[in-house]
């Protein structure tokens, strides 16, 4: 019995959880290879306006495993932030991201696109992250102003003050922040107010059934009119049909991410997109 084992005493009672902490292990050594044999990739997903021009992307990170091809952030996220290496990742990832800002600036028609990158609390909460970005954003040139950080509202669960204070500094030099999977969390709204964003990221649980779900539509409508009153923007993920889109427009939507306009894609792929739905500039008739 656990209790006549003594309080210190730690047992597997489950064999299953023996296989889950051996799976984890061989996880986290595939996952190190993995980073120094560089493996992992960007993906872009567009972002549009009301309009459907693209604005930026989300880059999301995918790791092209040798034996089983391409893995999906879900299946490998958790035990990156666990083990720690989720801030050297991290930082490849606002590496490659800061790097890809430069050479879009050095372009006319990338010039004004916005990059967004995930950053995980873990990696948000070292200590000498501020120092890193923005030492990182001088070395290679990249415009803070380009840059959107997504935080999620985990985050905000201890330290919320030092959190808003590095915020702060980031946002001093330029860099935005948006809330992702906004309403799915613990943020309460006297937090919200407190903190140094500008924008809100509406979560696709909610987008998945706006249509049908008129819960869904009524949280979306708050989110949307509370951004807007809070002088944020608010951008609907996970919108994958025109009526979905078109239901959001009616509410004041005017920023969009979702299959609907581009799935997540290798760079040359939404370079390509970009081109595809940038609309050359008119010629001024003199
Ligand atoms: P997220 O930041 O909320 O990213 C949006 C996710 O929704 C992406 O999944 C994207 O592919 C997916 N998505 C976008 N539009 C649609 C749509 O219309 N329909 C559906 N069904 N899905 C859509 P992905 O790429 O698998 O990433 C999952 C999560 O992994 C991300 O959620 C983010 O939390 C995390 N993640 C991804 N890249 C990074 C990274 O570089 N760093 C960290 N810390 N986390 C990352
Ligand atoms: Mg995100
Ligand atoms: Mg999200
Ligand atoms: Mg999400």
């Known amino acids: 019995q656990a ?24 996880l986290n050594a595939d996952l190190r290879l993995g980073l120094q044999q560089s493996q992992f990739q960007l993906y872009y997903q567009p972002q549009v306006d009301g309009e459907g021009r693209p604005t930026g992307a989300e880059a999301l990170l995918r790791w092209q495993h ?20 989720i801030i050297p990742l991290g930082h490849w990832v606002l590496e490659t991201a800061c790097t890809q800002l430069k050479a879009w600036a050095a372009r006319e028609e990338t010039a004004n696109l916005n990059l967004a990158v995930n950053v995980s609390p873990r ?23 380009k840059l959107k950080l ?4 985990t985050l905000l669960l201890d330290n919320v003050e030092q959190t808003i204070e590095k915020m702060a500094a980031l946002k001093a030099r330029g860099v935005g922040f948006s809330l992702d999977d906004f309403g799915t969390g613990y943020c309460s709204l006297s ?55 078109d239901f959001l427009a009616n509410q004041g939507c005017v920023a969009y991410q979702g299959y609907l306009f581009g799935r997540p894609m290798p ?14 500039p008119k010629l001024v008739d003199a």
Request: glycine share 4%; hydrophobic share 45%; net charge negative.
């Open 150 to 153: 997504e935080l999620t509202e």
């Open 66 to 85: 040798p034996q089983r091809g391409m893995v999906a952030p879900i299946e490998f996220i958790p035990a990156v932030e666990e083990s720690g290496l």
């Open 123 to 145: 990696q948000f909460r070292q200590p000498d992250f501020v120092e890193r970005v923005l030492a990182m954003l001088e070395r290679i040139g990249a415009d803070p102003r």
């Open 267 to 280: 760079l040359a792929e939404f370079e390509q997109f970009l081109m595809r739905t940038t609309t050359p």
């Open 3 to 26: 209790k006549a084992a003594g309080r210190n005493t730690l047992r597997f009672f489950d064999p299953s959880m023996q296989a889950i902490v051996t799976a984890r292990a061989a």
């Open 191 to 245: 937090y919200l107010k407190h903190l140094p964003i500008c924008q809100l990221k509406i979560d696709r649980t909610f987008v998945k059934d706006i249509l049908s779900n008129p819960s869904d539509a009524a949280i979306t409508k708050v989110i949307l009119t509370l951004a807007q009153s809070m002088g944020l923007t608010a951008i609907a993920e996970g919108v994958e049909t025109e009526a979905q889109r």
